[in-house]
């Protein structure tokens, strides 16, 4: 767009800047209120917003969905396929694993491990990294090649490669040993962005500006710097949980991320994956929902992305 | 007291054959961009020519529209969100709107060129600025690589570039912000063109150096007796350079004359204001005059003229009618060749 | 013992002249020492005495050495009197926007001396600086980077009342900032809105008002008009005067468009790669220019008048400003001018009234940074 039309925009049409006119009754408008106007507007939005709310529900009450217990095994149901009626959410809908276990029930109750596995790595991600970032980027110097060679160290170890070493000095391993992995080596990504971030935004005038009126760190860092230069890491962080999400069930599929006991869609895929020729449905459901998890989260992220950027519009 | 048609082109005669007429006219243009706060109407019915040889200055303030009919001209503009309703663009009596697509880019660059303000970021940091001046040889004109730096040279001598053999091979952080300008005008010369528009192309740079620049890019508009249209927000870079000015404002002009008479008589409140408000040796000490309020927001252009929340003339007849260009004339009645005011007060502002 | 130095250069304003010249501002008579100094203007609010800031250039990724160093401001002097506006122009890469961040010790100064009341403040950190910072505020060039995109105008001007509580209690600042709004002629009403409803002059007005909110002696105006329309500049310019009188402020007023600077100033300083070139009254500088740069500057700007094009000497300068990280030896301006000989690349000339004028009353008696200083008589900017 020209930059004339951009101006002309900004000026919002106040008549003389002298006369006393009253105000218009117009809502103020920021780049967040902006973005939520897109955002509204933008189907890609809409489709991963409602997906991941059901998630959310599912993951939370999964009992409002089934009243089948995950775990009653009946033997004689075993490897028992997709029926050939309809059974919709009904207990055999999606037919029946190993030990005779509903794939329905079990496919609803996995998606909480999913679920707290991706919120809370994404939190301790963006809250680790965010701050690692802000005070790489702000204070400079010999702390910010120090923050910066720390990053670099932990960037270098591959997420899983990584999680795979710390999960196994855990010999009792939950949803929360895994959150914690994950989180120590994922932090890396958001603490490259907030620096970027950061100093970009410690260049701005108004920064100077409130250092020239004597502002202290924190009034600045808090105020003029993080409400500016947090937009970015929010959509890196939407991006990064669908990935978080899939690093989860990758090392349950592996054997060393949540115990076996607990009904997660990773673990489920690992025991269905030996029988992928004669129960095919048994790795199906479990795998088609965490990719349609994973792509919600993403395409979240992308459309967060595209409304942040006024660039784009 | 002589009404000039709204559809007419003021006061250059109306041509549209290939000999004789101007070699650019621009014909009732309008353009529009359509946003999702809804339509900026950033030009509106804008009309002017040049000839061979002339400078126009174009003259306004950001959002008065001067660059999007620049943009227009050179069909660079982004459409959507432009779109251009209605209006004329005719290179030689050839409407440019009305061409094919490939017709248009067989014109751009080789016929008419155009200069940026910013040197920096029109020119790509990754190349060589003699592969990038050769490139226009090699595309256009299929020259060896060899014989297109040699050009590419040539051309660097001619915008003054010192040591030109030696730095062809400089890439653009190398230069600095005159010899980058330089470049775009080597550039924008490559092919010889027709016309030349120049958008701000000295504002970013240092007085020292934008004379220098100015001076050459007059030098060279004689030599190779081209159009030049000047598109700037300076006051003293037009008086400096131009043969006639049009002014405009939200979208269209306001005034049109040639640069000698805009100075002494100016005969639209707006160009008035913009000269008066110019600090000046015998008002020290005193409040220098300011035209009140703002530009207005394209979206919402006041009806009537669309100075009149700002003009210190208004009547309710500005808040009614949009003026047309009319002719000026002396207090005698005789036409001033050449000059036509927007404003339904003209003969208050120049005589009055 | 400072004290007592001060005094003294306060008089003749020349701190790095040498001896000879001291002795001979005393004995000028009465008409040269108000021409130089008045007196009636008292002592100087802010004086600066040859500040210097060399910005490190460095190399090496894990183990950073220094290779050199772009001196930015390179030994600069001016005084500053209450109540007036000190212009200071020169073109980009000059060092006159560094010398706005080393007063407003956004930048610690590489050595010299900034004294506001007889106090150096380049040397304060914490609780001092921050009690000085309430005194000089500055208004910044970009009114679209100035104010903060997620603040209301509210918070932006009612800023600075929170970080200094002790200038308008809790209560008190809502109608303070409303007060603020109204003096520099924007509706209080506004005061919830965000900064991009706003037009770049409307914002500057904004700027402005943050400004003064600590009721400061001094701004530090950088370039505070070069980003509105010409239409606009006008209104700014004439709401910073009426503001100087309302308030006696005492502005420095940094800019590159000379006759906006000759308006609004009561002395100038033309600025060249880190050095003062040449100082004065506005009449002195641009009536009675000495320093051949002074006068090529003005030469080229460009003249609303185009009457004035055919029969104007123009001085164009040939080539760019050299690098200041490799400045040329001796004079600076020496490889662009066309009085250059031998004794400009071997011997720096000094800030000082020129040995040819001293005793002259007139106004070419000035300080200027010329070996060769002589008047020349170019077009001033109108």
Redesign the interface.
Known sequence: MPETLNKASAGAAESPAVAPVPVAAEKPRSLWSDAWRDLRRNPVFVISAILIVFLIVVAAFPGLFTSVDPDHADLGKHYLGVPQYSHVFQEDWFGYDVQGRSIFARVLFGARASIIVGVCVTLVVTILGGLVGMLAGYFGGWFDSLLSRLTDVFFGIPLLLGAIVVLNAFTHRSVWTVVLALGVLGWTQLARVMRGSVLTVKQADYVQAAKALGAGTGRIMLRHILPNAIAPVIVVATIALGGYIAAEATLSFLGIGLPPSTVSWGNDISSGQTVIRTAPHVLFFPSAMLSITVLAFIMLGDAVRDALDPKLR | MTIIEESATVPAPRSGDDKGGPLLEVRDLHVEFHTRDGVAKAVNGVNYSVNAGETLAVLGESGSGKSVTAQAIMGILDMPPGKIPQGEILFRGQDMLKMSAEERRAIRGRKIAMIFQDALSALNPVLSVGYQLGEMFRVHQGLSKKDAKAKAIELMDRVKIPAAAARVTDYPHQFSGGMRQRIMIAMALALEPDLIIADEPTTALDVTVQAQVMDLLAELQSEFNMGLILITHDLGVVADVADKIAVMYAGRIVEQAPVHEIYKRPAHPYTKGLLESIPRLDHKGQELFAIKGLPPNLMKIPSGCAFNPRCTMAQDVCRTDVPVLHQVTEQDGTDLVGRGSACHFWKETIHG | MAELDKKDEAVDATPNVTDIVKVDASTTTEVEAILDAPVDRGEPILQVRNLVKHFPLTSGI?FRRQVGAVKAVDGVSFDLYQGETLGIVG??GCGKSTVA?LL?T?ERATAGEVFYKGQDITKLSGRA??AV??NI??V???PY????????VGDIIG??F???PEVAPKGDRRRKVQELLDVV??????I???P???????RQ?I?IA?GLA?NPEIIICDEPVSAL???????V??LM?KLQNEFNLSYVFIA?D???V???SDRVGVMYLGKMAEIGT?EQIYEHPTHPYTQ??LS??????????EHRE?I??????PSPANPPSGCRFRTRCWKAEDRCSTEVPLLAIPERFQGLDSPVAHESACHFAEEKDVV?A?
């Open positions: 894990l073109e980009s961040r407003m956004l600086l921050k910072r309430r505020q500055m910044f060039q970009d980077t100035s104010l903060n995109p997620r603040m209301t800023e600075p929170e970080i200094h002629g924007l509706n209080p009403e506004y919830n809105r965000y991009h409803q706003f037009s770049g002059g409307q007005r700027g943050r600590l329309d010409v239409s606009v500049q006008a209104q310019i004439n005067e590159h000379l006759s906006i000759r308006h609004i506005d090529a500057l080229a700007v460009p003249v609303p008048d185009p009457d004035a094009r123009r164009i300068l040939t080539g760019d400003v001033g109108a």
